[in-house]
């Protein structure tokens, strides 16, 4: 009984040992394998409900990765994913609950398209005008998003309001705002959707080899930019020390200089930075106009998974990215081609995330309980 | 209490290895049955392992245990427990919303149908109460977060005593103590062994280990020095004994004279987070080139005194002055630039941040000086030079930067911080308790270079509630009690029952202070629940 018991514990030692020692290209080698064994076991799932295994697997794969335009889907959800993913991971690594990413997502969305739909008729159209609006846009919506993720940081800091509550009801207070400036305002006389007006048609990012109007490697390459940037501020700056510090050990970093009030509100406002900054994005690169929010994909909520599954590492923030466009592509192309529950699809998704996050809990969990290491 | 007559515990040949390093090399202990067996030795030195080995936390290399005379082989704690061995964690394992008596029964709750029946653990608990004169069973109903520390540290002792512990292990029980809780915790000690229960009490304190033992062990880099007589050894015995050489119990000669004020303290008030008021009116001053000590009991608003010189906490009234200039309100960023060292008093909350690697550590608090950030840009490869040179100048072990912070014993965690905090460079040093639980070889070491320091031209204010080391470091002693100070004295001038008096409030002949104990300072809170 005792030996065997401590045969088991040095086998688990061994493996957090290995698995804390796990470079890169074997955690993406792991991620690839639990992804094919949850097909697996997705596909035994779906056989198993009486639906064609094969043909499921197949069109989840073709859906996300099966031709140049499923591709172009696949990569327009991954920017999206990958910027929301940040501006939650920012927060989550200094201590804060941001949930309100998707709040500072559409209101960033908005002050780009306010700022399009104004500043056009005063600016040159072509090329030049198209580029100017969009920067324009951008900075605003950086701004937008920034000042309203830094409200509930100021409430958390100055009234003890808790983060999590307050920014989700920041959530829907910004939808509903928003949709009741586009409905009295921004609607187009004679249409009956919320919808604004489109932008020009010189404002847009050029598809490229994709062909597609909705995805740019622009974006992609602004979205891959803001995680190498956030990486590099909360890796090598003393800001972001100060941050993450903070996330670890409240009482250190206020011992160390840091203003806990204060860092809650540049966090909050750094995090909503980003948020606005994917805002644009989807305004610009996706949209082409501005909607009633609550009709918007939940971006900034299923940033919350890629985030976690990141292990809320700004670079680990694009791979997640990445598995994510692939799965909502993938999904969405099986809700659309094949006559299956769209519950059996979530499940096999949810599965496939559970799989590639479990060495992820494997190593938290380990550390935690002080596996693997030599010292203890 | 099976076998009267065999050692309560005999540990022979005791080995553990942990990868090449071997914490326990054949190590020999036998405890006689109602005996206090003290168990002595540095940060490091394998008490711990050793008592961990006994309580079933780790398995061995070598050796065999015997406990009431049969031999044992211990997978878990649980085994431990069900021999009758019992163990009192240094860092409490309480759950602390929960109450006493749920801390206490915690798995092991009788139960009625499937329910917990509190009513008869509350009777077995308040029996074993009654019969060590334990005072814990007024507190049955109270949640541990709302209880002191010493009076926790019993709720955990009566945890193993209604666990059937026939033999209790102590792991430096007095680090978190007052003097007056530790003089508690003895009389509790007196009575367990009268009543036939054997204590291993773990301390690298040697007026304790001498003060309550029977027989003392010395660990010295995993190996046993020898077993001493607790009553005919002396201090430099142990002493030599621990560290191997001799040990100087002495302070050095000032070499240069005090200079200008560096620190003014005026008519300071600050209250604590409960918003009582904490510190009422205190006046100091400190110059270069000299040690300010302030002795009192913990909890006599010490504490948000070093507070709001170091800029953690808001002054109500009164003001802070240093090098001239009034910081009263200066953020405590701008307190560290200017030049004020803060040794904390909680390395583990305040001074390091545990899951941070040593490197990592360097820079807390240094996020702003120049030597290391450069465009608000860490120059990372500075900071690990940083970190090196603190490792190896105050002898930091395990000598790896890499190193979590966390990860190291208490007394090394403490040298790092001590030496972060001495190579700002700084004008001031604020130094809370800065050798607590720290072993006497390390204590030597901080000691001999505060007093460097100072003779460099430092000023240092130091907060410590041992008497002996305010007086050796101190060229005045302030004592504190109840938020002001009751008297300021020559600490060569003064005896330990006259300083001890001061710190119960009462004052020498004529003083020019307040009589303490009148108007407000009665609403202070002594420090009790905190």
Known sequence: MSAASERARAIVDRMADRMLRASVLERFALAVASTTLALLIGSVIVWATGYDAVEFVSSLLYGAVGNISNIAFTLRQSTMLILTGVAVAVAFRAGVFNIGVQGQFVVGGF????????????????????????????????????????????MKAYADANEVITTIMLNFIASGVIYFFIDAYLRPAGTSAPNTESFPEYVGLPGFAFGSSSFSVIGLGIA??????????????????????????????????VDPKRTVVTTMTF????????????AIMILGYYSDPSS?????????????????????????????????????????????????????????????????????????LGLGGEDR | MSDTTAPAVELDGITKRFGDVVA????????????????????????????????????????????????????????????????????FELVDPMTVIQNIILGQEPTERGLVDEDSARTTVEDVCDRYGFDVDQYLDTRVEDIGVGVQQRVEIVKSLYRGADTLILDEPTAVLTPQEVEELFDVMEELTASGRSLIFITHKLDEAMAVADEITVLRDGKSVGTVDGAETTEQELARMMVGRDVLFEGQERTTEPGEEILAVDGLQ???????????????????????????VDGNGQAELVEAITGLRRVESGTVSFDGADITTASRRERIESGIAYIPEDRQEEGLVQDYDLVRNALLGNQTIEQFVDGGFVDWGAVRAHAADIVSEYDVQP????????????????????????????????????????????????????????????????????????????????????????????????????????????????????????????????????
Do not use: W
């Open chain 1, 296 to 368: 918007f994909p939940s971006f900034g909520f299923d940033a919350i998974a890629v985030s976690l599954l990141a292990a809320n590492n700004p670079l680990g923030v694009v791979p997640a990215g990445l598995l994510f466009g692939g799965l909502d592509a993938g999904g969405q192309y099986i809700g659309f081609t094949l006559d299956v529950p769209a519950e059996l699809v979530d499940g096999v998704v949810g599965l496939i995330v559970l799989f590639v996050a479990a060495p992820e809990l494997f190593r938290m969990s380990a550390r935690r």
């Open chain 1, 271 to 282: 995090s909503g930075m980003v948020a606005g900054l994917a805002g644009a994005m989807f």
């Open chain 2, 270 to 296: 600050v209250r604590d987070d409960r918003d009582l008021r904490q510190v009422e009116g205190i006046d100091l001053s400190v110059r270069s080139g000299e040690v300010l000590g302030i002795a009192g």
């Open chain 2, 24 to 91: 326990n090399d054949e190590v020999d202990l036998t405890v006689e049955q109602g005996t206090v067996h003290a168990l002595v030795g540095e940060n490091g030195a394998g008490k711990t392992t050793l008592m961990s080995v006994l309580y079933g936390l780790y398995d061995i290399d070598g050796g065999t245990i015997r406990v009431d005379g049969e031999e044992r082989t211990f997978d878990s704690p649980r085994d431990a427990i069900d021999a009758g061995v019992g163990m009192v964690h240094q860092h």
């Open chain 2, 399 to 530: 000598p790896h930067v890499e190193a979590e912070a966390g990860s190291l014993s208490g007394g090394n965690q403490q040298k790092f911080v001590v030496g972060r905090e001495l190579k700002h460079d700084p004008d001031l040093v604020v130094a809370s308790h800065p050798t607590r639980g720290v072993d006497i070889g390390s204590i030597e070491f901080i000691h001999n270079r505060l007093h460097e320091m100072r003779d460099e031209g430092m000023a240092i204010l130091l907060v410590s509630s041992k008497l002996d080391e305010v007086q050796k470091l101190s060229d005045r002693l302030a004592v504190m009690h109840e938020g002001e100070f009751v008297d300021v004295v020559d600490p060569d001038d003064v005896t330990e029952e006259e300083l001890g008096l001061l710190m119960a409030g009462r004052q020498r002949g004529g003083g020019e202070y307040e009589q303490p104990g009148e108007a407000e300072s009665a609403e202070v809170d002594g420090g009790a629940g905190s």
């Open chain 1, 224 to 257: 891959l930019l803001t995680a190498l940037v956030v990486y590099v501020v909360m890796a090598r700056t003393s800001f972001g020390y100060d941050l993450v510090t903070s996330g670890h050990q409240e009482s250190a970093a206020a011992y160390s200089g």
């Open chain 1, 111 to 154: 002050a780009t398209a306010l700022t399009i739909l104004f500043l056009a008729p005063l600016l040159p159209g072509g090329i030049v005008g198209g580029v100017l609006l969009m920067a324009l846009g951008t900075i605003v919506a950086i701004v937008a998003g920034g000042a309203y993720g830094a409200v509930p940081g100021l």
